[in-house]
């Protein structure tokens, strides 16, 4: 038993979530994730339609990620001067049976404009009759070039979706704000800053955005601001980083403006956005930080490498611990790599495997500009798009870990008494009562009680 | 507001969509701005876009003003440069998006309009794609546009833009 879990990656077997025989050439692209105590769920774009050009998908398991069932798609109901994209989705981190998506609805080919549609479920998430989705106001009637929601819920029907809108000239993000579960919204304006991207994440009562900034073009910087009173009122904690994206926002193997990105955690006066770092003419993984509230800000490369690294998503799980996954070009192929940081990015380990095996790529996609990636009670949880592995189309593959920290394995309620070992097999220590006594050095050890048996890392 | 439909791999969900009117080229979008027309503007050369006008935009610190000029939408392939005429009083941001070799591409400037003609051109080989447009379809060209924005107050006589190879 000991032997073959000391073969073990960190993240487990990897799951095909778009888990049909996908047309050759067709994508899934650009997955979202949101997990509750019960259930997990992934919304994603997906090409694979043979009467239209393509529709966002929602997916959700009841069993942490080990099969999938396929819920729902949306579509606008005219297929041919109407489309979909960017797909997020949310959960309510005060009732595990709710959960929340959105996405675009893109209409005029000729002169592309687009509304947020908005999602929501009122009974069991896996079944269809429970949701409902609708326009999330303004309805401008098609009338701006909306683009790139986000969604974040938190709790008590208090909800946050931002959107970049051309609506006053130049693009800039709004955040539709809810406080009765999406039945009335109103609308702030984070006027100051030219911007198209931006996410939310939440830490005990503040609420993060990190936004590009474009307001000092050709450089790009990232602007993060917080929220006190839930999303109500916003400070500016200035530019995280601003840097040169050089000839172009593209990638030389990813045909995608990868440089505008930036993804954003919080523990406490620590933050950090990941962004595009770009190394020559490659894109690296690049992390911003701060140990101050956002007064100073660093950055630095996770694994700075001569070849192109995208779509960094990160996350945290304490004040110290702080987690970064990317898609990375390995060879002719790609895989899906995650590095972590003990020291809030002061520094990383070296990156390892969430993809259990490399696969082909489109470095040409119709949209791909993020994957999913988040931490919860001990375990990450990882779902990335546009991968062939296996097959002629590009699918949505997930895992998780399965080892954990072990102040935070003793405060998920992990128990008994332990045998210790370390990961060649050594035995530390037998019977173990009280592990919070254990002076154990830095590393992975797994933890053995009864039949049951995890890692951790000290 | 919406309905279900059964169907293979999942169930759909749709949502009623009422597109508004394209605007056509030459066309204003105003906020917290108005246009009157203008008889002034220099003589040049080039495809015009856009007739004489008069801006004033009306900016109030949080809520910047703005007017857009609306382009065409068809790709500017085989064009080099956009160039704009204006004077006026005030200090204002010009943006230009357009698509150019297949992305969609923004230049940026900082202008303090003078009593004086002033002759802006923006070399469309020299902007970055900044990460919108031909979303998630690429037989999509985004159309392009020119925004006036400004902070506070500003008065511009808009000459006219004018499209050269």
């Given at each position: 038993?000991?032997?073959?879990?000391?073969?073990?990656?960190?993240?487990?077997?990897?799951?095909?979530?778009?888990?049909?025989?996908?047309?050759?050439?067709?994508?899934?692209?650009?997955?979202?994730?949101?997990?509750?105590?019960?259930?997990?769920?992934?919304?994603?774009?997906?090409?694979?339609?043979?009467?239209?050009?393509?529709?966002?998908?929602?997916?959700?398991?009841?069993?942490?990620?080990?099969?999938?069932?396929?819920?729902?798609?949306?579509?606008?109901?005219?297929?041919?001067?109407?489309?979909?994209?960017?797909?997020?989705?949310?959960?309510?981190?005060?009732?595990?049976?709710?959960?929340?998506?959105?996405?675009?609805?893109?209409?005029?080919?000729?002169?592309?404009?687009?509304?947020?549609?908005?999602?929501?479920?009122?009974?069991?998430?896996?079944?269809?009759?429970?949701?409902?989705?609708?326009?999330?106001?303004?309805?401008?009637?098609?009338?701006?070039?909306?683009?790139?929601?986000?969604?974040?819920?938190?709790?008590?029907?208090?909800?946050?979706?931002?959107?970049?809108?051309?609506?006053?000239?130049?693009?800039?993000?709004?955040?539709?704000?809810?406080?009765?579960?999406?039945?009335?919204?109103?609308?702030?304006?984070?006027?100051?800053?030219?911007?198209?991207?931006?996410?939310?994440?939440?830490?005990?009562?503040?609420?993060?955005?990190?936004?590009?900034?474009?307001?000092?073009?050709?450089?790009?910087?990232?602007?993060?601001?917080?929220?006190?009173?839930?999303?109500?009122?916003?400070?500016?904690?200035?530019?995280?980083?601003?840097?040169?994206?050089?000839?172009?926002?593209?990638?030389?193997?990813?045909?995608?403006?990868?440089?505008?990105?930036?993804?954003?955690?919080?523990?406490?006066?620590?933050?950090?956005?990941?962004?595009?770092?770009?190394?020559?003419?490659?894109?690296?993984?690049?992390?911003?930080?701060?140990?101050?509230?956002g007064s100073t800000w660093n950055n630095k490369y996770v694994a700075q490498a001569s070849i192109d690294q995208v779509l960094p998503m990160i996350a945290s799980s304490s004040p110290s611990n702080l987690y970064v996954m990317?898609?990375?070009?390995?060879?002719?192929?790609?895989?899906?790599?995650?590095?972590?940081?003990?020291?809030?990015?002061?520094?990383?380990?070296?990156?390892?495997?969430?993809?259990?095996?490399?696969?082909?790529?489109?470095?040409?996609?119709?949209?791909?500009?993020?994957?999913?990636?988040?931490?919860?009670?001990?375990?990450?949880?990882?779902?990335?798009?546009?991968?062939?592995?296996?097959?002629?189309?590009?699918?949505?593959?997930?895992?998780?870990?399965?080892?954990t920290s072990l102040e935070e394995a003793l405060d998920n309620g992990i128990a008994g008494e332990f045998d210790i070992y370390t990961v060649d097999g050594r035995v530390v220590a037998r019977n173990v009562k009280n592990l919070?006594?254990?002076?154990?050095?830095?590393?992975?050890?797994?933890?053995?009680?009864?039949?049951?048996?995890?890692?951790?890392?000290? | 507001?919406?309905?279900?439909?059964?169907?293979?791999?999942?169930?759909?969900?749709?949502?009623?969509?009422?597109?508004?009117?394209?605007?056509?080229?030459?066309e204003w979008r105003t906020y917290n701005s108005t246009i009157s027309p203008a008889s002034e503007s220099p003589k040049i050369e080039g495809i015009r876009w856009g007739s004489p006008v008069i801006i004033n935009l009306s900016?109030?610190?949080?809520?910047?003003?703005?007017?857009?000029?609306?382009?065409?939408?068809?790709?500017?392939?085989?064009?080099?440069?956009?160039?704009?005429?204006?004077?006026?009083?005030?200090?204002?941001?010009?943006?230009?998006?357009?698509?150019?070799?297949?992305?969609?591409?923004?230049?940026?400037?900082?202008?303090?309009?003078?009593?004086?003609?002033?002759?802006?051109?923006?070399?469309?080989?020299?902007?970055?794609?900044?990460?919108?447009?031909?979303?998630?379809?690429?037989?999509?060209?985004?159309?392009?546009?020119?925004?006036?924005?400004?902070?506070?107050?500003?008065?511009?006589?808009?000459?006219?833009?004018?499209?050269?190879?």
């Amino acid at each position: 038993m000991l032997i073959l879990l000391l073969t073990d990656a960190p993240f487990g077997p990897n799951v095909k979530v778009s888990n049909w025989d996908i047309s050759t050439g067709l994508d899934q692209l650009e997955v979202s994730l949101a997990k509750s105590s019960s259930w997990i769920a992934a919304h994603w774009i997906d090409t694979d339609w043979s009467g239209w050009f393509s529709a966002n998908d929602f997916a959700i398991s009841s069993d942490g990620g080990s099969t999938w069932k396929f819920v729902w798609y949306i579509r606008p109901p005219d297929t041919v001067n109407c489309w979909i994209g960017d797909p997020s989705v949310a959960s309510d981190p005060t009732n595990p049976d709710k959960f929340y998506a959105v996405g675009m609805i893109y209409c005029n080919p000729s002169d592309p404009k687009g509304e947020v549609y908005f999602c929501k479920n009122t009974g069991r998430p896996d079944t269809i009759t429970s949701w409902s989705c609708s326009i999330l106001p303004p309805n401008d009637g098609w009338a701006y070039f909306k683009d790139k929601p986000w969604i974040i819920s938190l709790g008590g029907g208090v909800l946050l979706v931002n959107y970049t809108t051309d609506k006053y000239g130049s693009y800039e993000i709004d955040i539709a704000r809810s406080t009765n579960d999406g039945s009335t919204w109103n609308t702030i304006r984070l006027s100051g800053v030219q911007s198209t991207v931006a996410y939310f994440y939440r830490d005990g009562s503040t609420v993060y955005l990190s936004q590009n900034n474009f307001n000092s073009w050709p450089n790009i910087a990232i602007r993060v601001r917080k929220s006190t009173d839930n999303g109500a009122t916003w400070t500016s904690l200035g530019d995280a980083v601003s840097f040169s994206p050089g000839s172009s926002t593209y990638c030389p193997n990813f045909n995608r403006p990868a440089k505008i990105h930036n993804h954003i955690t919080a523990q406490g006066n620590n933050i950090a956005v990941a962004f595009i770092k770009p190394n020559g003419s490659y894109c690296n993984v690049g992390v911003a930080y701060s140990t101050n509230g956002g007064s100073t800000w660093n950055n630095k490369y996770v694994a700075q490498a001569s070849i192109d690294q995208v779509l960094p998503m990160i996350a945290s799980s304490s004040p110290s611990n702080l987690y970064v996954m990317w898609q990375e070009k390995v060879g002719s192929q790609w895989a899906t790599k995650w590095a972590s940081s003990s020291n809030w990015a002061t520094t990383f380990s070296s990156p390892g495997r969430v993809s259990d095996h490399n696969y082909t790529f489109n470095q040409n996609p119709a949209g791909h500009d993020y994957n999913g990636f988040l931490y919860d009670a001990g375990n990450l949880f990882a779902i990335w798009a546009n991968d062939y592995y296996g097959d002629d189309a590009g699918a949505v593959y997930f895992t998780r870990t399965a080892y954990t920290s072990l102040e935070e394995a003793l405060d998920n309620g992990i128990a008994g008494e332990f045998d210790i070992y370390t990961v060649d097999g050594r035995v530390v220590a037998r019977n173990v009562k009280n592990l919070k006594e254990m002076h154990l050095p830095n590393g992975v050890y797994f933890l053995k009680t009864g039949t049951r048996v995890i890692k951790v890392v000290r | 507001m919406f309905w279900l439909i059964a169907f293979g791999k999942g169930a759909a969900i749709t949502v009623p969509v009422t597109p508004a009117p394209d605007k056509k080229p030459g066309e204003w979008r105003t906020y917290n701005s108005t246009i009157s027309p203008a008889s002034e503007s220099p003589k040049i050369e080039g495809i015009r876009w856009g007739s004489p006008v008069i801006i004033n935009l009306s900016g109030k610190g949080e809520d910047p003003a703005s007017a857009t000029l609306t382009g065409r939408g068809e790709d500017l392939k085989g064009f080099s440069n956009i160039t704009v005429y204006i004077k006026g009083n005030g200090n204002v941001k010009f943006n230009l998006y357009y698509t150019y070799d297949g992305k969609y591409m923004m230049l940026s400037r900082d202008i303090t309009a003078s009593e004086s003609w002033q002759e802006i051109v923006f070399n469309l080989s020299e902007g970055l794609e900044f990460g919108l447009g031909m979303p998630n379809r690429p037989d999509v060209i985004m159309p392009y546009k020119l925004v006036i924005s400004s902070e506070g107050n500003a008065v511009i006589n808009f000459g006219g833009a004018y499209i050269r190879r």
